[in-house]
């Protein structure tokens, strides 16, 4: 009987399954008025007359391959090139700069495919962000890349830097990234203990030889040590970690005028400027996303007047929501693992210090985010009554203030030594039988999840956010459809986080490589699709998705397709910086 029950069992499953699916089928296909939703299509899901629709430049039919090349050089420069620029230059790699030349040449070009655009067409979206922003954002990069170059070949010519100028010397000692080659020979010198690395991305495995490279930049206050002749003759012989030629005997002009520069900034100086080249390393990318996103906002011709309102809503939080889903995919691949963020132990340094947990930063960041948004949810009706909208969304902010304060004192250690203070007085009670009593003695000891962060918060309130959008009342089927989505995809992401913490509770991590979860991948994936269609999900979005007749599906479809490929491109990235880091190691070992 049980033999036949499990094959009855399993058709009946199958059966099931196949009615709600053609049960759905039907309802979704058996009426053009309808969604699979039951859902009707009223007066605010039919297209607005041509004449009635702002002019855009996606339906502007003139210098179609200019704009289209100027889309195409910017997602190559901005998405492909420039986060492989970033990983090689966080890793002190000697292809640093190569990367970086050549995202600034497919960056330039798509410049100057944008300005002949401009000049060859009408000014469809006066006072746009996006011009200005790109420009921006440009000239910071390009700064970055010169500081980059100036302390390369500074690097390149070391016999400088111990000479005293004017004043004191110290004053005139040169803050710049020190090579690996130099760290090798400076350890093989003056050995000392091995230090792990410091980097964000992978490299938290102690038998990669990434742990070798935390010496990246030399500290303006320590000693410099001046090189031998036998290492300067040694060092000259070689490429440098930048990807620079070898020195030649007779220095060009070039050389010597950047030799003449260096020769003239000061320590102070060096500090601040290599402090704002590591800013830009970590925000380049994400100033990045924020210049495509005004160029597909200045593209669609989207949040002009009041409509501004809701496109800052919509946009930044969804953005918000895409960069942790990104980051949760970083810490999947083991970025952050020296901080113990890939769900792993944090790897024990010299002089360690306290640094906070993953699901701290996720609380204070919903903390932070409810408490400055609260003032803001009546923006789009200043000076008017507070609409049941307006009290639904500010509920929502009180929520991130709540949940984010939750959050923050769950993880709080000297909260949770408080909350122990009655258990800690009744066992000091049998102190002295516990020193004598192996059982006892393991009783006093601190259970294992006490090592690591299993907050419930984050998600929790992610989850509680999806569950409300996804049913938050629309003026269109086709918004309602999409805050749907989103919704639902925020709330698949918070359950494969709640299935990580159950895998931690039931075993947790006691290895300080990154354990990958594979419920993670499911968080990152619902995260970044969710964070993409809340962007989509805007007023002016889904009045232009109705009037160029796409439907909720399109969208949904499209983003899925693309999410995939990001996050496979975001794993690769990962790796490249692991092997940049490890390249460099191996020189160094290899010159030790």
Known sequence: MKSLARPLSRALAVGVAAGVGLASSVMAHGDDDMNMDGMKMGEADKPLPEDQYPPTYFALADHRVAIYSHIGLMVLAWVFILPV??????????????????FLAVNGGGLLLGTIYNASTPDLYPNNAHHTLGWVVTWLVCSQVAIGLLSSVAGVLKRGFWEP??????????????????????????????????DSGQGTEPNTESLASAHSQADPESPTFPPTHAYDAEYHEVDD?????????????????????????????????????????????????????TGIITFGRFFEGDGIFS????????????????????????????????WNVRPRQRGQKWRPSAEFVESALIFTYGSTNIFLEHLGNWGGEYSAQDLEHIS????????????????????????????????????EKAYH???????????????????????????????????????????????KQWGNLLTGASFARGLTYVLTYLKPPRSIYPSRPPTELLTAFGLIAGGIIFMASSSDTVDGMIHYELDAMFMYTVTMGLVGLLMAWVILVVAIKGWAVRREARAAYAKA
């Open 85 to 102: 620029a970033v990983m090689l230059s966080l890793a002190r790699s000697r292809y640093r700069l190569t990367a970086q030349f050549v």
């Open 165 to 198: 100028a004017h004043g004191r010397a110290d004053e005139h000692q040169y803050f710049i990234p020190v090579s690996t080659e130099a760290i090798a020979e400076h350890e093989s010198s003056f050995p000392k203990p091995h230090r792990f690395s410091d």
């Open 241 to 293: 970690d930048n990807g620079l030629p070898k020195e030649p005997k007779s220095p060009s002009a070039a050389r010597k005028l950047l030799e003449k520069i260096a020769s003239k900034i000061s320590s102070r100086v060096w500090n601040v400027l290599m402090f704002g080249y590591n800013v830009v390393d970590r925000t380049s990318l994400v100033l990045g996303f924020v210049a495509l996103a």
């Open 311 to 342: 496109g800052l809503a919509h946009w930044i939080k969804g953005g918000i929501f895409f960069w942790l889903g990104i980051i949760t995919l970083g810490r999947w691949a083991g970025s952050f693992g020296e901080l113990g963020w890939a």
């Open 396 to 431: 929502i902010t009180v929520l991130f203030i709540g949940g984010g304060l939750c959050g923050m004192l769950i993880e709080s250690t000297r909260i949770r030594d408080l909350l122990n203070t009655t258990v800690e007085e009744a066992g000091h009670i049998n102190i």
């Open 437 to 483: 009593d192996a059982e006892s003695r393991d009783e006093t000891h601190e259970p294992e999840t006490y090592a690591f962060s299993m907050n419930p918060i984050p998600a929790l309130v992610i989850l509680l956010l999806g569950i409300m959008m996804s049913s938050h009342t629309q003026q269109s089927m086709i918004s309602s459809m999409v805050h």
